[in-house]
């Protein structure tokens, strides 16, 4: 979407605008699922994704090359597949994170508002609890 220039500072604006929105993501949440309540909350947020979704509908990106030709399917699996194992920094990792998508954050995401909802007195709690974790987690 940039020109090569300003890439560097383009995906610094996009790491700081995700980091912001992991910080202060939950606590508005928190903030709105108290005052509004939850259905209202979700609506809301359906809402954020319909301007989304008009955002990048007016965005045109630029081409770098002539496209591409399509290649079969299994050709194509076939390319991914050698660029995914080209690359040990990325399938290193690939083990530690799907194990932590399933054994932390899955429990994380389901259990972490349930005790906060029976224990620690509702969304309110469950904000504060969300905000101040790791964006990564």
Known sequence: MVSEDLLQEANGLIGMATN????AGPAIAGVLVTAIGAGWGLALDAATFAVSAGALALLHPRLRSAPRVALPFVAELREGWCEFVGRP???SRSP???????FVLGPWQVLGPLVAERSLGG????AVIATSVAPEL
Do not use: C, D, Q
């Not at 912001?20 to 910080?23: D, E, K, Q, Y």
């Not at 530690?96 to 399933?102: K, L, P």
């Open 20 to 23: 912001g929105a992991a910080i």
């Open 123 to 126: 969304a309110g709690a469950w």
């Open 96 to 102: 530690t994170s799907r194990s932590s998508s399933a």
């Open 89 to 91: 920094w990325l399938w």
